[in-house]
Every structure is written in structure tokens, then in C-alpha cells.
């Protein structure tokens, strides 16, 4: 891991969230499916156990108007959280953005804070109510740390304040004060070490995927550097024989043309004698991409060494190849080279041969076609022969 990474992979002490804001968007996007199911299921139990407790407010006060009120409220909140369930199910990202979350607990405190006003002798339970919700929030509401601290900040004050306008000496206030924070300060430390926990686990993911990608770059790199030829990028010899290999394979058994080819540029010494080796190894990049240009996707073009090339064309017939290797010539011919201001013609010569059932070594097809690339040489270079086949 470098410097840069451990920077971004920091976690605040405090909060158990990335301090780099992308991280941290990046764990909640990643979490995202669980946390919508896990909040699902709390806001879901959570509106079920409000309702459980409808009979215990009428065994408390009756048909009053304070049950109408309770229940009202109590239906008010469960109403709510079923909606943000069914919300979050639709939009995901409001489960792990956390303000929604945030403001339908705490739109739901009302009702504990109007209980001891219509349940005066409810206190003792009211406050136990208060410390157990307290903690699930910490502990079963997937929320972000710093938001399920607001709750129960704003949860603490609002029932210490009940408990003080109910004219409750000071003594009293502070008792229920701390014994309410108690449970919350409990739930922040456990929710702290979750969360925190959490984070850690998605930290090693990530490294191991970086790991992962770093290996597979490399693989593909070092395959990439044994198949091809550094200078021009093309088939180098392992590569272009497999694939001879492969398309003499589809001849024997299918019976499709297959054409082999040589290409060997003209007096290419003395390219290098007069502008230099490195303008020669320029001229060699330009001349294959040149001679890529007229090949089909399944053409094979590699270098066969020095300033020679070769080809393969599966699926095409000696006419074609020939047709193929005039446009390659031509294409040289015609294209003068302007490397470092200097303008520079290159030619080659060609030749091609057809593989035949007989054919099965490559060697024997390139001695074929080699003596015929010979034979162009000898006839004045920049030219397509033809070899018979064997
Ligand atoms: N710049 C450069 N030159 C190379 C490379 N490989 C081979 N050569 C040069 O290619 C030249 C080949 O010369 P020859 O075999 O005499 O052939 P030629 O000059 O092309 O003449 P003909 O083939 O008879 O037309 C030599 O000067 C080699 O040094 C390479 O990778 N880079």
C-alpha cells in the first residue's frame, strides 16, 4: 500500500467513517443491499413493537382522550417508519445518506416525550423504554455513527427536559440524565467498534482487489511482452507459430485456403547506413503499420526477423493473397516515410505460397516461399512472386 492509499484509507477516531469523503462513498455504495435490507427490517420491527404496546397505553388510561392521543401518535410513527421501509426500497441510497433515517427516529419522539404528561405514575418505565430504544438505535439501526449520535442526543435532552418541567428537583435531572447516557455512551462504543470494524474489512477487500488488478496488469503485460515483437508491436515467432499452428489445423480438417507470405524490404542497409540505426528502427514501425493496414482482422502479421515480415491470410486462396500483397507493395511504394525532415522510400518484395494437404511443417513453407522471394530479388526487387505448391 502507498502513502497516497494510506491517506485515503484513514478512519476518523470519533465518527468510524473515512476521512477521505470518496472512500467513504465508495464503503456506503458498497454496502448499500445489506444496509437497505438490515434498515428494512429494523424500521419494520421497530413500527411492529410501537403497535404491540397500543394495549398496555389502554390499560393505562382507558377510551380517553390521552389513548386518542397516544395511539394517534404511536400510528402516526409506525405509519412513518413502514413509509421510509418501503422508501428505501425504491431509492437505495437513502439508507446509507442517513438524514431520512435520522429525522423519522426523532419525528417519533413526541410520543415519549407527551407519555409521562398523560402517564405521570409510567415514569420508572417510560425511562426503561427510553434506555432500551437508546441502544437498539446504536446497536440495530444502520445508520451512519455521527447521525444515531444526534438521535440520542436529541432523545436525552428532550426526556431530561419532560423530567424537569415536571417539577423534579435537580437531583433527579441529573440521575436520569446520566442513567440515560449510559446506555447511549454503551451503544456509541459498540456502534464505534462495528463500524469501525467494518471499514477495516472493506479496506483489506479493497487492497486485495488493487492486488488482484496490480497482477493481472502484469500478467497480461508480460504475456503481451513474450507474443510480441518490442519494435513494432507485432507477432513475434512464438506468437505467429501458434497461430500457423492453429490455422494449418482448420486447413487439414475443414479444408479452408490458407496463403503464407514473406516480405523482406529492399536494400534496407542502406536506409541504415544513410540516416542511421534509430531512423532504421523508425522506418521498420511505419513499414508495419503499413503493411497492417490492407489485412483483415484474421490476418496474421508478425516479424520474422531483421527487416523481414510475414503473413498469413487463413481463408483466402492465392489470387486473393496476391491481389493482398500488390496492395501491400503498392501501399510502400507510394508512401514516402518523413522521419526527423527526411523523406524516405522504402520498398519490398513478396512472395506467397498456398499451403496444401501435404504441407505440414512450417519450416518446409517458408524455405518455399523464401526461394521465391529470391528469385523477386534477383528480378529487380520491389515485386509479389508466387510459389507453387508443394
Ligand atoms: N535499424 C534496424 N536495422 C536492422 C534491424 N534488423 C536488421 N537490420 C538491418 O537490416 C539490414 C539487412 O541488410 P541485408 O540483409 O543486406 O538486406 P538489404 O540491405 O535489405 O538488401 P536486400 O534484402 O537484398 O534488398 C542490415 O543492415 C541489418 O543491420 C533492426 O531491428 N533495426
Redesign the pocket.
Known sequence: MNGQSDNNYQISAWRAEFIDPAMEQAYLKSVEPHTVRFLRIALCIWAALLMLFLPLDWLALGSSSGFAILSGLRLAHALMLLWLAYIVGKKSHWATWGWPTTWVAIAGYPLYFIYPFLIPDAGTFGLAVMLIMLLSIYVFLPNRLPLNNLIAAVGITGIVTVIAIQGADLAAVVLAMLVLLWPALLGYAAALRINTGNRRAFITLKELEEEIERRKTLESELKQQALTDP?TGLSNRRQYEMLFRRELDRHLRHGNPLVLGLI??????????QYG?????Q??CHVAELLQAPLRQSDILGRF???EFIFILPDSDLDQARLVAERMRQSLETTRLVLEGKSIRVTA?FAVTQVCATDTELNNIIRRVDSALYQG?HQG?NCVMCAAAA
Open positions: 519494435l523482406d524490404l529492399d536494400h534496407f542497409k542502406d536506409i541504415n547506413d540505426h534509430d531512423v532504421g528502427d522506418v521498420l526477423g531483421g527487416e518484395t530479388k526487387r
